[in-house]
């Protein structure tokens, strides 16, 4: 089983729909979760950063983390064209010289 | 303004031979890395220095050996290449040994032939 799971997709979605991507993990030692956004072609670009359970928000965006269930999420309201990319889920433990896990991405597409 | 830059962008190669990709970082951030991301998008880190000291080392061929010459530079030599090596290798910094946030450069698309 890998540490973190998320679905590839694609998922397609008309423009001004909330879309909604997931990833569940399994090392409940996990503290810090990010997700990163990749368009084609480009480097990962750090979107949401949270700590620990709870909600963060950020314009469109909202991350939610439930560490009881081992689930984030990472919500887009009023999706646009430009949001179409892969956006990837990433996690890491408290420890200094932890590295961060990332998911396999989601591949998003939003259609005018 | 390039935060994290790699050069070259590009690199296209024969099997067996030797490469370097380098990376500089202008934010002042005291650790970078070294990913491989594959053909199926799943991004691995490979190194990761703190102030020119290795701190993290993943399990990968030692055909690749890592430097840094400075804190603002992270080099990557790769010995012998594989057709396997094929991938995208991203560098990446951060402004602490955590590495909670970090900042990716474009990626360097090697292809061996």
């Known amino acids: 089983q890998k540490e973190v799971e998320q679905d590839p997709g694609p998922l397609s979605v008309p423009e001004g729909a909330i879309v909604s991507l997931n990833c569940t993990y399994s090392?409940?030692?996990?503290?810090?979760f990010m997700w990163y956004r990749q368009y084609s072609r480009k480097g990962p670009e750090l979107l949401m950063y949270?700590?620990?359970?709870g909600n963060k928000e950020d314009g469109r965006f909202t991350a939610q983390v439930d560490k009881s269930s081992k689930y984030i999420s990472l919500f887009i309201r009023d999706s646009q064209p430009s949001d179409s990319a892969t956006y990837l889920c990433a996690m890491k433990s408290g420890s200094s010289a932890s590295k961060i896990i990332f998911g396999s991405g989601t591949r998003l597409s939003i259609r005018p | 303004d390039t935060a994290v830059s790699q050069t070259p962008k590009y690199l296209v190669t024969q099997m067996g031979n030797d490469k370097s990709i380098k990376c500089e970082q202008n934010l002042g951030h005291d650790t970078m890395y070294w990913y491989k991301q594959d053909s199926k998008k799943f991004l691995k880190i490979m190194f990761s220095?703190?102030?020119?000291?290795?701190?993290i080392n993943e399990t990968v061929p030692n055909r690749f050996s890592p430097k840094s010459p400075d804190k603002a530079h992270l080099n990557l030599h790769i010995n012998s290449l594989e057709l396997g090596d094929s991938a995208v290798y991203f560098c990446?910094?951060?402004?602490?040994?955590?590495?909670?946030?970090?900042?990716f450069g474009p990626g360097t698309r090697l292809t061996v032939l």
């Open positions: 990446a910094s951060s402004p602490s040994a955590t590495g909670d946030t970090q900042y």
């Open positions: 220095y703190n102030n020119k000291e290795l701190i």
């Open positions: 090392n409940s030692a996990f503290q810090y």
């Open positions: 949270t700590y620990s359970s």
